[in-house]
């Protein structure tokens, strides 16, 4: 029973000799954990801004639907061996997009698009804006919602009907919120009345609140539309809803050969178009936003090794002023490890006191930039066991040294220090 009581405080005596050596002088434990304060919480405060954004952006692009899908024309490789930009071709036709719809299996929708940057007038109010030939279909394939007003019809695109549905932002900004339905809107050089306004979707690659949508069929009257050498309707994109997410990539696969098929292109050849997939979009904004979080979390964290640096030099100037202690402690039987470990615990000590202080500071910082400002936060679990066991780290690593050197003093040049 004595032998393992022996045991229990020779394990706790270093702890509580390091806790006394940092409650002895507050102030200074105080000072020099505040490098390690402001680096834990602005590592948790950046972190949590980025892991925010990530958030709300894979969100945003949720709600046009995972199980979208997108065909742009481009990517394929000129004559000179330059490698157009996705978009930048006119290889996409009418006819693929009926050829999609009829021989391509688990495609719930297609919808083909064809559009274009034109001047919006609306009584004294003008603005640019993407005008979008399309089909009633999109509104299936994006998964939309009238805030008001119906989109056009299927009788609509057959009889070519000069009618047009606002995207959000296209209504606030050419009507500031007011009823537009009913009234006349020029798209360049067609007027067009307004039957219905989107829901928005938010501020999203390819969200549909800064369109305007028309039929397909009065675009074409509306634009001189490109043709293709066999007399084929040239369209900007194809848009299309899957049945089976876990089918993916055997729709692409199928999409692919149909469509090099259709454009007879070699075996050798690239691909004139691009086949993307909202989970492929989805998943390369999360890893760049995940990238760039980290880089934000680095970037705060040369503050934590600023803290550390601080850290070392209080702990040496430590065994400085306590080096008489030492010298008893190690004539009364003490060990150089005993030493070591006392001095190393009570830097690790420091530094957690540190990083638990940045955790409280760096999470109501996050609490308030969510809560007053116009970013939204996101502190996770993980991000806090990081910043933490980092600050930790830190303390075992500067305090190593200092450590090293309290354990290899000569005891008796120890008892000699004034």
């Given at each position: 029973?004595?032998r393992?009581?022996?045991?229990?405080?020779?394990?706790?005596?270093?702890?509580?000799?390091?806790?006394?050596?940092?409650?002895?002088?507050?102030?200074?434990?105080?000072?020099?954990?505040?490098?390690?304060?402001?680096?834990?919480?602005?590592?948790?405060?950046?972190?949590?801004?980025?892991?925010?954004?990530?958030?709300?952006?894979?969100?945003?692009?949720?709600?046009?639907?995972?199980?979208?899908?997108?065909?742009?024309?481009?990517?394929?490789?000129?004559?000179?061996?330059?490698?157009?930009?996705?978009?930048?071709?006119?290889?996409?036709?009418?006819?693929?997009?009926?050829?999609?719809?009829?021989?391509?299996?688990?495609?719930?929708?297609?919808?083909?698009?064809?559009?274009?940057?034109?001047?919006?007038?609306?009584?004294?109010?003008?603005?640019?804006?993407?005008?979008?030939?399309?089909?009633?279909?999109?509104?299936?394939?994006?998964n939309?919602?009238?805030?008001?007003?119906?989109?056009?019809s299927?009788?609509?695109?057959q009889?070519?009907?000069?009618?047009?549905?606002?995207g959000?932002?296209?209504?606030?900004?050419?009507?500031?919120?007011?009823?537009?339905?009913?009234?006349?809107?020029?798209?360049?050089?067609?007027?067009?009345?307004?039957?219905?306004?989107?829901?928005?979707?938010?501020?999203?690659?390819?969200?549909?609140?800064?369109?305007?949508?028309?039929?397909?069929?009065?675009?074409?009257?509306?634009?001189?539309?490109?043709?293709?050498?066999?007399?084929?309707?040239?369209?900007s994109?194809?848009?299309?809803?899957?049945?089976?997410?876990?089918?993916?990539?055997k729709?692409?696969?199928?999409?692919?050969?149909?469509?090099?098929?259709?454009?007879?292109?070699?075996?050798?050849?690239?691909?004139?178009?691009?086949?993307?997939?909202?989970?492929?979009?989805?998943?390369?904004?999360s890893?760049?936003?995940?990238?760039?979080?980290?880089?934000?979390?680095?970037?705060?964290a040369?503050?934590?090794?600023?803290?550390?640096?601080?850290?070392m030099?209080?702990?040496?100037v430590?065994?400085?002023?306590?080096?008489?202690?030492?010298?008893?402690?190690k004539?009364?039987?003490?060990?150089?490890?005993d030493?070591?470990?006392?001095?190393?615990?009570?830097?690790?000590?420091?530094?957690?006191?540190?990083?638990?202080?940045?955790?409280?500071?760096?999470?109501?910082?996050?609490?308030?930039?969510?809560?007053?400002?116009t970013?939204?936060?996101?502190?996770?679990?993980?991000?806090?066991?990081?910043?933490?066991?980092?600050?930790?780290?830190?303390?075992?690593?500067?305090?190593?040294?200092?450590?090293?050197?309290?354990?290899?003093?000569?005891?008796?040049?120890?008892?000699?220090?004034?």
């Amino acid at each position: 029973m004595k032998r393992s009581e022996q045991s229990v405080k020779r394990v706790i005596r270093p702890f509580s000799n390091a806790w006394g050596g940092v409650t002895s002088h507050k102030l200074r434990s105080l000072l020099t954990i505040l490098g390690i304060v402001i680096g834990v919480s602005a590592v948790i405060a950046l972190m949590s801004i980025g892991k925010g954004a990530e958030a709300d952006i894979l969100a945003r692009i949720q709600t046009l639907g995972a199980d979208l899908m997108m065909i742009n024309p481009g990517s394929g490789m000129s004559a000179g061996g330059i490698r157009g930009a996705q978009g930048s071709m006119t290889t996409l036709t009418m006819e693929d997009a009926t050829a999609i719809a009829n021989k391509v299996d688990l495609v719930s929708s297609v919808t083909p698009l064809y559009s274009k940057s034109l001047q919006l007038i609306a009584g004294s109010q003008n603005m640019n804006s993407q005008v979008t030939g399309t089909t009633p279909a999109y509104m299936q394939t994006y998964n939309l919602n009238t805030l008001s007003g119906t989109f056009f019809s299927d009788y609509d695109l057959q009889r070519g009907t000069r009618v047009a549905v606002l995207g959000y932002n296209v209504w606030q900004t050419l009507y500031g919120g007011s009823d537009p339905l009913g009234q006349d809107l020029r798209l360049g050089t067609i007027i067009v009345r307004v039957i219905g306004v989107l829901e928005s979707k938010g501020s999203v690659s390819g969200s549909p609140d800064d369109k305007v949508f028309i039929p397909l069929t009065a675009m074409q009257q509306a634009v001189a539309q490109q043709r293709t050498a066999r007399g084929e309707q040239v369209i900007s994109s194809i848009s299309l809803k899957v049945k089976d997410l876990e089918q993916s990539d055997k729709i692409i696969t199928d999409i692919t050969g149909l469509l090099r098929s259709r454009h007879q292109l070699a075996a050798t050849a690239e691909n004139d178009f691009t086949v993307t997939s909202m989970e492929e979009v989805a998943s390369t904004v999360s890893e760049t936003m995940q990238t760039t979080t980290m880089l934000l979390g680095a970037i705060a964290a040369i503050s934590l090794l600023v803290g550390g640096i601080g850290v070392m030099n209080i702990m040496l100037v430590s065994v400085l002023e306590r080096t008489r202690e030492i010298g008893i402690r190690k004539a009364l039987g003490a060990l150089d490890r005993d030493i070591w470990i006392q001095f190393l615990i009570e830097s690790a000590f420091l530094t957690l006191a540190g990083g638990l202080i940045g955790v409280v500071l760096g999470w109501g910082s996050a609490l308030l930039l969510s809560t007053f400002g116009t970013y939204h936060t996101l502190v996770s679990v993980d991000i806090v066991i990081l910043a933490v066991s980092v600050s930790v780290g830190i303390g075992l690593f500067f305090g190593f040294y200092p450590a090293w050197q309290a354990s290899r003093l000569n005891p008796i040049e120890a008892l000699r220090h004034d």
